[in-house]
């Protein structure tokens, strides 16, 4: 039995876990900077930075008095090392490098794009290899193929916005507050998707997504017919044309992969028109689609603890105290 202490520290949540094995979750806490960061419509980095830092102890605490164990009873240290805001990031591998020196026990710079990605291995009925995965963060949009733990092939990434930075700055322009993404899901309920048109980026014979198109679209809307359209129909609109191209995508690469596995990772994951239509294309071609719990899609360090113990189980790594943040890490790379 191996127990991971989990950091995550990458942009504004401090997340602390406790996880056995890469599969069972005995302990994860996030101390959210949400509030904060609101009236600044976004997150600002030094703010962010600053409140890590006092964040950190307490929230490491509350993950090992919850999982019932003490430092004593730690056997790996993994930590988010990029991408991310590199002032936030190195609170979080500055907290686990100590915490490894002291403990004399190793330490696991993680991709945080990874760590999503293995959310998905902490669900009780966890993936098989090979499989194909839709990463939808923030910052990232990636679709990836995995042979196995470790072998993984960039299969297509977003070129400009990725589609949970789209979402926010549609939000943004439809006056809704800080995070945007979920408000925005909430209100294209209300919606008619059809009242409003709305490109779709395929960008034909590629894998690559595009969505700063969609975000311009739904500007010229706001700025030059404000009383045209209902802010729920654009957002039904919007959310319509993205979760198609997402879907889309993703079930295909399952298909011409020949593989019956496809994943969903990162905060867009929780979004519920994406997994529907996602499940809608795959099932009848045989595929499975899986998904975390929705406390699992966005940032948190359970996911980046069960990363870490595969890079050291599977992959055999294990960093020094030279270990680097990289805020501009790719999917591919760490």
Same mark, same amino acid.
């Given at each position: 039995?191996?127990?991971? *202490?989990?950091?995550?520290?990458?942009?504004?949540?401090?997340? @602390?876990?406790?996880?056995?094995?890469?599969?069972?979750?005995?302990? +994860?806490?996030?101390?959210?900077? #949400?509030?904060?960061?609101?009236?600044?419509?976004?997150?600002?980095?030094?703010?962010?930075?600053?409140?890590?830092?006092?964040?950190?102890?307490?929230?490491?605490?509350? %993950?090992?008095?919850?999982?019932?164990?003490? *430092?004593?009873?730690?056997?790996?240290?993994?930590?988010?090392?990029?991408?991310?805001?590199?002032?936030?990031?190195? =609170?979080?591998?500055?907290?686990?490098? @100590?915490?490894?020196?002291?403990?004399?026990?190793?330490?696991?710079?993680?991709?945080?794009?990874?760590?999503?990605?293995? %959310?998905?291995?902490?669900?009780?009925?966890?993936?098989?290899?090979?499989? =194909?995965?839709?990463?939808? +963060?923030?910052?990232?949009?990636?679709?990836?193929?995995?042979?196995?733990?470790?072998?993984?092939?960039?299969?297509?990434?977003?070129?400009?916005? #990725?589609?949970?930075?789209?979402?926010?700055?549609?939000?943004?322009?439809?006056?809704?507050?800080?995070?945007?993404?979920?408000?925005?899901?909430?209100? #294209?309920?209300?919606?008619? !998707?059809?009242? =409003?048109?709305?490109?779709?980026?395929?960008?034909? /014979? +590629?894998?690559?997504?595009?969505?700063?198109?969609?975000?311009?679209?739904?500007?010229?809307?706001?700025?030059?017919?404000?009383?045209?359209?209902?802010?729920?129909?654009?957002?039904?609109?919007?959310?319509?044309?993205?979760?198609?191209?997402?879907?889309?995508?993703?079930?295909?690469?399952?298909?011409?992969?020949?593989?019956?596995? *496809?994943?969903?990772?990162?905060?867009?994951?929780?979004?519920? %028109?994406?997994?529907?239509?996602?499940?809608?294309? #795959?099932?009848?071609?045989?595929?499975?689609?899986?998904?975390? !719990?929705?406390?699992?899609?966005?940032?948190?360090?359970?996911?980046?603890? %069960?990363? /870490?113990?595969?890079?050291?189980?599977?992959?055999?790594? =294990?960093?020094?105290?030279? *270990?680097?943040?990289?805020?501009?890490?790719?999917?591919?790379? /760490?």
């Amino acid at each position: 039995m191996t127990r991971v *202490l989990g950091i995550e520290t990458s942009c504004d949540e401090t997340a @602390a876990a406790v996880v056995e094995d890469g599969r069972r979750v005995l302990a +994860s806490v996030i101390a959210t900077q #949400a509030d904060l960061h609101r009236k600044y419509g976004g997150v600002v980095p030094e703010v962010a930075s600053r409140q890590h830092l006092e964040n950190i102890v307490p929230t490491l605490r509350e %993950a090992l008095a919850q999982a019932g164990v003490d *430092l004593g009873g730690i056997d790996l240290v993994a930590a988010t090392a990029g991408p991310g805001l590199v002032g936030t990031l190195l =609170v979080g591998v500055s907290a686990a490098k @100590a915490i490894a020196f002291a403990l004399g026990v190793p330490l696991v710079g993680v991709n945080h794009l990874q760590g999503h990605i293995y %959310a998905n291995f902490l669900r009780p009925d966890p993936p098989e290899f090979p499989l =194909v995965c839709l990463v939808v +963060s923030g910052g990232h949009t990636d679709l990836v193929y995995m042979a196995g733990h470790g072998e993984m092939e960039l299969l297509g990434r977003t070129r400009d916005d #990725a589609a949970g930075e789209a979402f926010d700055k549609v939000a943004r322009l439809l006056g809704l507050p800080y995070p945007g993404g979920p408000h925005l899901e909430r209100l #294209a309920r209300d919606g008619d !998707p059809g009242a =409003v048109p709305m490109p779709r980026p395929w960008l034909e /014979g +590629s894998y690559d997504f595009s969505f700063s198109g969609l975000k311009t679209a739904v500007l010229y809307m706001v700025r030059d017919e404000p009383e045209r359209h209902r802010r729920e129909d654009i957002a039904a609109a919007f959310q319509a044309a993205v979760v198609e191209v997402l879907a889309t995508k993703a079930v295909r690469a399952a298909r011409e992969r020949g593989v019956r596995t *496809l994943l969903l990772a990162g905060g867009v994951a929780a979004n519920q %028109a994406l997994r529907q239509a996602v499940e809608e294309r #795959a099932a009848p071609l045989g595929i499975r689609v899986l998904y975390p !719990p929705p406390a699992l899609c966005t940032d948190n360090a359970a996911m980046i603890a %069960a990363a /870490g113990y595969h890079v050291w189980r599977h992959g055999g790594r =294990v960093d020094g105290l030279d *270990l680097a943040v990289d805020p501009n890490l790719g999917i591919l790379e /760490g």
